[in-house]
């Protein structure tokens, strides 16, 4: 597979002769523009239109000008080349900005991870991309390891919608409900998507549905961050404009963000003007990002513009997140009043139930002293999860945290968040630093809440 990188889509005014062959058995007809020892750049022909694309030279099977072979120009200088940026990926639509934002602050380190993230790997956009356009051309090794299995009568073509959910017929209804509540069939679920992808490749309607499930599963299920990349690039390289393009910028930036590279997620935000306006998950990212200032100063005017209960909520993530303890309790306090303002059809009622449950699980981690707890395991219970209560366990050993565990839950879109959450409590020895799982927002919060009232019960 390679990376479509920097598209823009023309009227083709003519058959054009030229024809590019990937690695992975594409091809595609067109013009070559540039070809040298790192790079091919073609416009190829898709639909009415054509489109710039930018290949890796290791993608690259084979190139042919008016059906030859030519040889290629001469590698580039040794020196570092950037690479433009592949285009962003989807899920559900963000909340619709409003009005003019607050100046955005500037990264202090636009090219490296954010202070208190020592795990994170500083990489070049050049090797971000090196990474992914590798990852793009095999499966991933548990591939062959998994049966494909899936109801026969599910609409791969996406052509025959079901009315109603549907998980046997309608591919968004069936990841939801049937491979993202079962940890065992994620991975026979990423199969699934790829077959759609494939079943699609020459139904533009129904294409991008399929491309988002399969990045979305590589992203939430597996965390393999160049395969979401790659298929959130090739997802926006379709529709750079459309509905959910700045949902699938914040997915791709923040794959971005995990392969290493911090300039790469803050130049795509900004693309999108991300760093102006957003979601809750463009929020928790700049704050992810070290950017706390940014983030909060959005979530501020997200809060101001009607979206109070979201705005507030990511603001207490990032706050927390930061290590200012006090100042997230207040910003969930705000987030709880905001919800509770709406009228009563309108009350965001579970996003208003976590704030309630962080700011008592708050108050209780700041009148205890983790390292006073005698060893032995500790459960807590929080009943603000998405589908009801979640029960923690916590072991303690020595004044530290030794293990956490989510006991009993009903989430049925948790993804990682039910290992990743007490995983980071237990690296961090606290909620300072903490990282909520994307897109499993009330989630993490109620995974957070239980485990810090198993602390507190351990004191008492």
Known sequence: MAIAAGIVLVAAAAVWADEIELTNGRTYKGLLI???????????????????????AASVKSVKVDGKMPEPEAPPDPAPRPEPTPPPAPGDP??????????PSTPEDPDGPAAGDPSTVRRTPAQVNALIAEAAKTPPEW???????????LDLMGTNKAQGWAPDRNLGAYFFSTISPNPGRWRQGIKVFDLCVTTRQKNRATLPEAMAQLARGYMRFEKDWPRAAYWYGRMLAMDPQG???IYQATQLAECYWELGSKQMAADLLRKYQLHRFGTGDVIRLWGKMGETKQALDMAEWMAGRGGGSVGYLAAGDVARRAGRLPEARAYFQKAEAAGNALP??????????AAEEAVAALKAFESTDVSRIPDGAYRGACDSGYRGPVEVEVVMKGGRIDSARVVTHREDMPFTSITDVPASLVARQGLAGVDTVTSATVSSEAILSAAVKALAGARN
Request: glycine share 6%; aromatic share 10%; charged share 30%.
């Open 143 to 153: 591939w062959d390891s998994v049966e494909l299995k899936y109801p026969p009568t």
């Open 344 to 353: 009563d059809n309108r009350k965001p009622r579970k996003f208003i139930h």
């Open 34 to 56: 540039k070809r040298d020892g790192a790079y091919v750049m073609f416009k190829a022909v898709i639909g009415s239109g054509t489109a710039e694309m930018m290949f890796p």
């Open 94 to 103: 963000p909340e619709t900005p409003v009005s003019e934002p607050p100046k």
């Open 243 to 245: 509905r959910s393009s």
